[in-house]
């Protein structure tokens, strides 16, 4: 699934195709892609004609494009979306969902899912963050973010620090592959109590995760398909930098011991055994 970086990347792009632009139509080719739209696909194409865009915004794996009236057109990738801005004789993708044509007639909005996990609604903007993500805590990479009550509130946690990672709750954005590589960064295992953490071995984390954000970032995220890319149909290429994440096997960057795989939860860990010793308390 894509993550922060991933979806960063197609919000940025997202804003420097569609500000200013007003929607003329919207075909919804499948229902599902709109099923969190609760009015129904009817509805979703009417309420979004003739609307402009003012603004792209993001908070942590979700995308909303703000319009004129005061809604917000949510989205959220699932594990194929993707966002594509394209020109208007460009053949239907194999998995297009909904296209979104453009009153001046330039190069339209095409969702493409192949699985449909993913989806869009239009819902209330207010002058925030749309109702139904409020519950998403802040990410890294937003200013508001604050260290201090995350780290108060990890440390009152009784978990694994990878859960905590990924608990969106408490920060948005990170997911498997970017908590692993954090994780590798400080020097911490996944499975370390996260009762047992010093301030600043949390503080320590807290700017892995951010460089390696931040990295991930200026490479256009991490591709390991062609399911995830940007607007304009690129792939990210983090993936050449990955330091843990899918090396099983491969010699750690620090001391060249073999990375390790572990399950968790119905997915992956991956560590360097001998940077980040398990536990002998260990909470999944």
């Not at 200013?143 to 608990?167: C, M, Q």
């Not at 969106?168 to 954090?182: H, M, P, R």
């Not at 996944?190 to 984390?205: F, M």
């Not at 792939?235 to 330091?243: E, H, K």
Request: glycine fraction near 8%; aromatic fraction near 8%.
């Amino acid at each position: 699934m894509p993550e922060l970086p991933e979806v960063e990347v197609v919000r940025r792009g997202l804003e420097r195709a569609l500000l200013g632009r007003t929607i003329a139509t919207v075909l919804v080719a499948h229902p599902r892609a709109v099923r969190r739209h609760a009015a129904g696909a009817a509805d979703f194409t009417a309420v979004l004609a003739g609307r402009t865009i003012e603004a792209a915004c993001r908070r942590g794996k979700y995308l909303w494009l703000t319009l004129d009236d005061g809604a917000a057109l949510l989205g959220h990738l699932g594990m194929s979306g993707q966002l594509l801005v394209v020109a208007t004789d460009k053949p239907d993708e194999t998995h297009l969902r909904v296209r979104f044509t453009f009153a001046d007639a330039g190069r339209e909005l095409r969702f493409v899912d192949q699985r449909t996990f993913g989806g869009l609604a239009v819902v209330p903007a207010g002058s925030g963050v749309p109702a139904p993500i409020e519950h998403i805590a802040r990410d890294l990479l937003d200013p508001d973010f604050s260290d201090a009550d995350f780290v108060a509130s990890v440390r009152r946690r009784r978990t694994g620090i990878k859960r905590a990672l990924l608990d969106q709750t408490l920060v948005s954005g990170i997911g498997n592959i970017y908590a692993d590589e954090s994780l590798w960064r400080a020097g911490l295992h996944y499975a370390r109590p996260t009762e047992t953490l010093t301030r600043s071995e949390l503080d320590r984390l807290l700017q892995a995760a951010r460089e390696v954000l931040f990295e991930a970032l200026r490479a256009g995220g991490t591709s390991f398909d062609a399911l995830y890319v940007s607007v304009n149909g690129e792939s990210g290429l983090f993936d050449r930098s990955l330091a843990v994440y899918g090396r099983t096997g491969r010699p750690c960057g620090r001391c060249e011991s073999p990375i390790r795989r572990d399950a968790f939860m119905n997915r992956s860990s991956f560590t360097c055994p001998r940077c980040q010793p398990r536990p002998r308390r260990a909470r999944w």
